[in-house]
């Protein structure tokens, strides 16, 4: 994110327009953080994580009175034009506030999940996997060192994006993710063929989902199913949204950021900036929001294939 946002303030400061940033977003529109920036404000941060601006969820934007708050401290700050960066939510409250307000806004894909329609890749999430895989190839060491099967939780609350080059890159046995629902019985029979196969060593990749304690389930009835199997459980949890953003990342936030800038002077409004096929898009708030990024079956079969 402080990648987009350094984009973000260097593209304003290039074409001579005033920038703030406002902290902790619609929280921080509400009571009025706001703090002036410029092109030294941003320097030193392309290669940091987390974000500068800092960030939370607000309850009172979702009121009509806390928009009319926020208005009034855009007005008083003379801002004329918005870029959130953000998700579904984010891009729901800026699609209402412009209804009521008429503030344009553009948006920048922005979640590790990478579930939103509209990119082929969101900020963070290219950071958020190779973290997670460098996890799961330390994870294999002890997996095959002891004979072990371990169950590795990954993130992705809705979506399968983080799982599937974890478990492809990571020589994953099986993945499981809220798009397909693999069921139980289906992971116990995979496991129990592999290890009549003489396998020894297992790694199982498992989305988060919306079930919390999913991953500890299934290893339990792993476990019941085929004692011999030395089955554990791994949650790599929050390490995936930190850390130094790779290369990929960098630049792809780097690009968004300049065009949400571009995107707001040439008139755009209620718009998400990514970019597919490699070039910029610029896709409706409304379709980001209701549209479903579909994950490719073609994934599925490869992991199928490949840890034959
Ligand atoms: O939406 C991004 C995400 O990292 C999900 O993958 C995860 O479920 C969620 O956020 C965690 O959110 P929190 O830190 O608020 O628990």
Redesign the pocket.
Known sequence: MNACIRAVVRTAVYHGIEVYGIMRGYSGMIKGEFVKLDSASVANTVQRGGTILKSARSQKFMTKEGRQQAFDQLVNHGIEGLVAIG?NGTFTGATIFEREFGIPTVGAPG???NDLFGTDYTIGYDTAVNTALEAIDKIRDTADSHDRCFFIEV???DSGYIAIPCAIGGGAEIVMVPETQMSEEAVIETLRNSWRRSKTSFIVVVA?GEKEGNVTHVAARVKEAIPELDARVTIIG?VQ?GGAPTASDRLLASQIGIAAVEGLMNGMRNVMAGIIDRKLVYTPFEDTIYKKKMLSQSFMRMVEILSV
């Open positions: 998700g979640t590790i999940d993130m992705g609350r988060e929050h949204r």
